[in-house]
């Protein structure tokens, strides 16, 4: 059963991610006892198990998550997927949506809300460490799946060229010095999503925050606890993460509002 | 600003959400002190602020998690969004994507998947359970957004009409009945995902999916613990939600598979 | 079997606690659907079951952790056990230690406290409130029990009476406010424990502590998650306490030490 | 200031241990980058700082937590003192009560008990593992502190040897075998508490246990997560323990009870 590869494979060792493979890079891929040739690979297929000297490998198409996990370089602290995946729901970002970030960091999140909002949707990303620019290019090729980006090496707190963006997600380490310049861009009943890693960060943002009219829907963290897989012994596994950071979420409302039989609320 | 009023608003009381309201079956909302029309909600507009008798409301358009959590009705425990969004995370949800789910329960996950995959994508859900037919179709109106789904009343041990499915998530009593159905029905490398509530069920499911060639990436559980939002009181809110279920995610290998230099693994 | 009354008695209801009896205080315990004597309960003794109306009652002799949780009458927030068991640990509060405390409080802590010195220990616990006082009093009768607390009515900012004690527990608004006086109080090598509600306490705590010769052992927080007792259908409760407090652990060091060969350190 | 050095001290590096020093055994202690004698050791007294070729280091007095976590020897896995605290609050482990366990493993929780009751109560251990007794014995030496704990080479199912004790504690494989022999030995009103590693053994045990007139309070299972100290930056650690054990707590119901004016209610 031969099968076409795909952009990137993912080559793991029983539950532990070993390798993401860009195809057209390579004709090899080197294991820890030995290596195997694409074309074998290409052969053997998608979910196919092999052996080089007596280990067991699999092939499986790299997703998402092992991209993000494994495939990207990292200069800076990833999103991990236990947030992720909720900030997603919690901003709404679907097919179609138009969605702000800032800072890009190494580009895992932003890969990630690029394949959540399709080729219907685009996602536009700030920031403003130049240096970082080469490897988040290097992190969304291949190309042709992340045309929907477009990133600019700017601070964001100079400000951002769209508006009426459904949802913006701030990880900076002042996201309170941006909120001026996130709330222009945000079209009314918007969402904004803020990761934070300490707990004097989350207070100045709750602070500053105050100023803008955002309804706060959530503050919130986000625990991420695995198990064990052998059935007669069930039970969480010896050490996990302890902390990633915290997360608010907000809305935006209009500037003023004016009910013409009710008093100005504010 | 007069905005057109989309298909569901929803009315938010600080942070408490209060009503989801369909635009087009009503003419007015009631809320705790008063009511307002709807006319008078379309001319304030999404994003606004307003008082009845002293209080002050929010008008936002319904997102999402707003539909999930306020939105549907429910005769079933619902899929948590901690939990969605990592499962939509885990199973590689993203656009185009052909899924399948058992049971649909009150459909709120179901919706989720739908909004993840978009029009380019399907979602195929199994619910055995007749009663439940009725409510579901209720909860994915209106049926613009969710042609994409497809409702079977069957239960899904008793065969899965899709073939190479991109993945399928477990929510039924016992999983391990269900797997050699699901194993038919997801392409190789495709995602499976399982919620169970207790760990009898996950041992035991443990023990089952020995018998497929799935291979299991991970066992987990999420929590969110939320946080109360005074910036000079930062602290975590008193009670939180202890548990959901047990997660575990596989994907699909070969059934048999001959690396023509290699011995056969298994 | 006749058996002897203690002080105290816990009546319970399967798993949820009913009453605590005083047995001095009363001859008869009311019940939801009854009531019974206490010469009937001394009769069938500790550890019995009875049945008032078809209802199953427990008794059993009232231990610490009933007294704290139901025994007590409370103004004021209580330590909860799951961060007690902790505290006497990591303040190495056993038999004949000498502790102090502030703020009283319910006297809930102290009880702990007083019962893990024994006879030969003594709890000394400052308590500026004074509408408190009367309260705590209550609290710990019988006399017989805690006469190794002694209560003051004070701010323990304003100085602290003894001095070489083994440990000392802080729970009080501004615990930054007592560090000089607890320093003051402890002996060399001493154990200081803190627990403050809010994040911003613990930071400006961690701020204040740099002035003095502490070395901080640990700064952390405990969660208990229970679990529900059906064999066949194990999982956590589905509701939990997401918080109490964050609590801060340190040891005293010498205010000036110099050693012979080495230059002065600080 | 010359003080009296106790019978073990601690060493230690900021806020990692680095070393229990039993005093009467050694004249230096060897440090990471040099080393000091006991005589100068005892000259700077308990609390002080002392530098060895430009690296500061801490003079503690070993408290019973130190012991535990860096001062004994361990062959098996130790009890953790975030559950070991709450245990002692659990089982009522306070002055003057006789308790026992099983098995004793390294000894650690041993310690922690006979510390709680005193030289007024005792603990009575089982050990089934004879290679284990003389790691136990050298770990709980010095004598004069621990002439309350009576040591047993004997698997606690074949029986135990004491009856009307306070409470028991059951660390062991199956302890669904000693619910006989320690349901004989408590007190009516007696505290049980257990700790099992895996969700299958909780299960098992709770089936076990309903053969008994046992009264289960709680099942639990408890986290710490330790924080950073830096107070600009109050964060949790990244990593934390994710799992040590599931704890059942009990206590002991009179086998037959008969009440004058009611049916046996079981």
Redesign the interface.
Same mark, same amino acid.
């Given at each position: 059963?031969t099968?076409f590869l795909p952009g990137a494979i993912v080559i793991?060792d029983?539950?532990k991610f070993l390798r993401v493979v860009h195809t057209g890079e390579t004709d090899a891929v080197n294991l820890p006892n030995g290596s195997i040739s694409l074309q074998?690979i290409a052969e053997?297929?998608?979910?196919?198990?092999?052996?080089?000297n007596g280990k067991?490998y699999?092939?499986?198409?790299c997703?998402?998550?092992d991209l993000v996990m494994k495939g990207i370089k990292r200069d800076t602290q990833i999103i991990y997927?236990?947030d992720?995946?909720?900030?997603?729901?919690?901003l709404?970002i679907?097919?179609?949506k138009n969605v702000g970030e800032a800072g890009t960091g190494s580009g895992g999140m932003t890969l990630?809300m690029a394949?959540?909002?399709?080729?219907?949707g685009c996602v536009y990303t700030y920031e403003k460490n130049e240096n970082l620019a080469d490897r988040i290019r290097k992190n969304l090729r291949p190309k042709e799946d992340f045309e929907n980006v477009r990133l600019y090496t700017r601070a964001v707190e100079e400000g951002i060229f769209e508006t009426g963006l459904d949802a913006f997600f701030l990880d900076v380490r002042d996201p309170s010095r941006a909120l001026g310049a996130v709330y222009a861009a945000l079209?009314?009943?918007g969402?904004l999503g803020v990761l934070v890693?300490?707990?004097?960060q989350?207070?100045?943002?709750?602070?500053a925050i105050?100023d803008y009219?955002f *309804?706060? #829907? &959530?503050?919130?963290?986000?625990?991420?606890?695995?198990?064990?897989?052998?059935?007669?012994?069930?039970?969480?596994?010896?050490?996990?993460?302890?902390?990633t950071g915290?997360l608010l979420f907000a809305?935006?409302?209009?500037e003023s509002?004016? *009910?013409? #039989? &009710?008093?100005d609320?504010?």
């Open positions: 059963m099968q793991t029983n539950r074998e053997i297929g998608l979910g196919a198990i092999f052996e080089v067991k699999y092939v499986l198409e997703d998402t998550y997927p236990k992720a995946g909720y900030i997603l729901l919690r709404d679907f097919p179609g990630i394949r959540a909002v399709g080729s219907s079209k009314p009943g969402h890693p300490t707990a004097n989350m207070s100045k943002l709750l602070w105050r009219p *309804l706060i #829907t &959530e503050t919130a963290e986000i625990f991420l606890r695995t198990y064990k897989t052998n059935p007669s012994r069930f039970r969480p596994d010896d050490r996990m993460v302890g902390h915290y809305r935006v409302l209009q509002v004016r *009910l013409k #039989t &009710e008093p609320p504010e």
